[in-house]
């Protein structure tokens, strides 16, 4: 039988070494808080110490990949879990390699926005070691490996589905490891048609049978990669793919489950395969991608599988904690059938469910997680903010939720377990929902509705939520008086309205024809806040002040000018002489008649 091989990580005495050679000291992602050389403990470098935490997505690559690893970075408090103030520096450096671009620097101080960062990784093409990624937030840090995977190896592993029409034209997958273009892939002797290739499968569209269109043929399928180069290099499986006439044959088997669906990478598990039209002798296989590793048949009928699993860790093998495929093959036709994702193995982290799955979105809920492999200590986080966990078993972790600010709608939010001494985590199937309700405040009734400019009026706002929230009117805080336990309603002291604010109209009073301005009853919005969630509530014009003045200010004419004395048809200095028969009136504009 030959022995599949897949990606091989470099054993830990390299490993070890290589971070020697990097770095003063080491952890796996994400990490403690670290104190940097010459700090004192608990200053962290600016009085706070924060639990910095470094992830790379993936977590491992091969060598000789020149693609972007995505690099996050978190920190916050280690006393209260709050974020850092937004434009906090971190300082992110790498053992080699270079971050943001292919010719970038392996060194970059970039700002956090709550408390978060991203930035591309790009390793150098010859290394082989793992490579250190580390943060350092004010003083406190934290440090991700990045595991440096050997080229694949290259090799045909089966055909999915291994079964088609003697006419060919067929759609499928050959699976297997270190695929590399330009490939060749033939059915029997006949080329079929590459359609896509990637390191660990080839769609290709199969060729027409050799043997006609009503016969039954079992085919070799060969795959050749760098073909016409100086990698060139070929592999084949025998009995690989059946030509069935009339569509799918009926002898086909198919997997419907395996119980358990969990065991250690060390194999030994007894597991019970499920399903139809196995036919003895069977063989089984529990893999994925590339890597496919043959499990020990116990028993066998037409609907049962008793099996003994293989173990996941060892040379060519990388199946460890991870869920991989089960595969049945009935040897003396060559069909088989393949159930996606059926067991998983390993126990290091597992997240079976929670409960309860939703709460509050001021937090303050304590929340089950139930699994396998949980190890103290761990970091819950949900949507990416750590929770504050309680208690830790290896089956159950226990976590209280922090609250949401600023949203006003049901949120829904991922669930992750981290054992931080490791750096293994598991995301959770479903999601959490922060729930907003009995958290909106509504206003329905104001009263009074409206009272003095001066403020200091004792206001009832009726409605829901009301029993801890901030109070404004026209954006001027009111000063609380009092809250119904139930939130039905809240009281407060109007705040003062300056003149300026007061909306005015034109008038006239004396009649004078002189336009004034009066102060008039002028209406403000009413807005709630709810301390916790921060989420508002207005209610326009649901207040008005009265003005404390309303006379019609500045209604005064200006006095109108004097006729001129020589222009006014008066005697004004007794002489008998009127206007300009007055000899003392130089012209109509004099005003003066007199010498």
């Not at 992830?55 to 690559?61: A, E």
């Not at 440090?143 to 190896?153: F, G």
């Not at 002797?189 to 990637?198: D, F, I, K």
């Not at 690989?240 to 009926?250: E, Q, R, S």
């Amino acid at each position: 039988m030959k022995v599949f091989r897949t990606l091989r990580k470099l054993s830990v005495g390299m490993a070890a070494l290589a971070l020697l050679s990097a770095a003063a000291c080491s952890s796996d992602s994400p990490s403690e808080p670290q104190r940097q050389p010459g700090t004192p403990p608990g200053t962290g470098g600016g009085g706070t110490v924060y639990n910095v935490t470094v992830t790379t997505s993936p977590s491992s690559i091969p060598a000789g990949s020149t693609d972007a690893v995505l690099v996050s970075v978190r920190a916050v408090r280690a006393d209260n879990g709050q974020v850092p103030p937004n434009g906090t520096a971190a300082v992110i450096s790498v053992s080699a390699g270079a971050l943001g671009s292919l010719a970038g620097p392996t060194s970059t101080a970039e700002s956090l926005t709550n408390g978060q960062v991203q930035l591309q990784y790009f390793a150098p093409a010859d290394n082989t070691n793992p490579v250190t990624i580390q943060a350092s937030v004010a003083g406190s840090v934290g440090q991700a490996v990045l595991q440096i995977e050997e080229a694949a190896t290259f090799f045909v592993s089966f055909v999915d589905p291994n079964y088609g029409s003697p006419q060919g034209g067929d759609e499928v997958t050959v699976r297997g490891s270190g695929f590399e273009p330009p490939a060749r892939v033939t059915f029997g002797s006949t080329n079929a048609q590459v359609l896509s290739v990637s390191p660990n499968s080839i769609r290709v569209r199969t060729p027409p049978s050799p043997g006609g269109p009503d016969q039954r043929q079992v085919v070799n399928v060969g795959v050749t990669i760098n073909v016409n180069e100086a990698e060139q290099a070929s592999d084949s499986v025998t009995g690989a793919f059946t030509y069935t006439p009339g569509g799918i044959p009926t002898d086909v088997p198919a997997v419907f489950s395996v119980t358990p669906g969990t065991g250690p990478n060390e194999g030994g598990t007894q597991v019970t395969i499920a399903g139809d039209g196995f036919q003895a002798p069977v063989q089984v296989e529990f893999g994925s991608a590339g890597t496919f590793l043959e499990a020990q048949v116990l028993s066998v009928s037409a609907t049962s599988i008793r099996a003994v699993t293989p173990a996941a860790t060892g040379f060519g093998q990388a199946l460890q904690n991870q869920s991989v495929d089960v595969r049945v093959r009935n040897l003396d036709t060559g069909l088989s059938a393949v159930l996606g994702n059926a067991f998983r193995f390993g126990t290091d982290v597992l997240i079976s469910g929670f409960s309860p799955d939703q709460g509050p979105i001021g937090g303050g809920q304590n929340v089950t997680v139930f699994g396998q492999g949980f190890d103290a200590p761990v970091q819950v986080l949900l949507g990416g903010v750590e929770q504050d966990v309680i208690s830790v078993t290896g089956t159950e972790v226990v976590f209280r939720t922090a609250g949401l600010a600023g949203i006003c709608g049901n949120q829904s939010v991922g669930l992750r377990v981290v054992n931080l001494e490791t750096g293994a985590f598991a995301d959770a199937m479903g999601t959490y929902v922060y729930s907003i309700q009995n958290a909106l405040p509504l206003i329905f009734k104001i009263a009074p509705t409206s009272g003095s400019e001066n403020g200091n009026t004792q206001v009832v706002l009726t409605g829901e939520n009301l029993g801890n929230v901030l109070v404004s009117f026209n954006n001027r805080p009111a000063t609380p008086v009092s809250s119904a336990a139930d939130g039905s309603s809240t009281t407060v002291r109007s705040p003062f309205l300056p003149r300026a604010e007061l909306t005015t109209e034109a008038c006239d009073d004396n009649d004078d024809g002189a336009q004034g301005e009066r102060f008039i009853q002028t209406a403000v919005d009413v807005t709630v806040v709810d301390r916790i969630t921060t989420c508002t509530f207005t209610f326009p014009d649901g207040y008005a002040y009265n003005p404390s003045d309303t006379s019609c200010r500045n209604d005064t004419a200006a006095a109108p000018a004097p006729e001129p004395q020589c222009n006014d048809g008066i005697d004004n200095d007794g002489d008998t002489f009127v206007d300009l028969a007055d000899p003392d009136c130089a012209n109509a504009a004099d005003d003066d008649e007199s010498m």
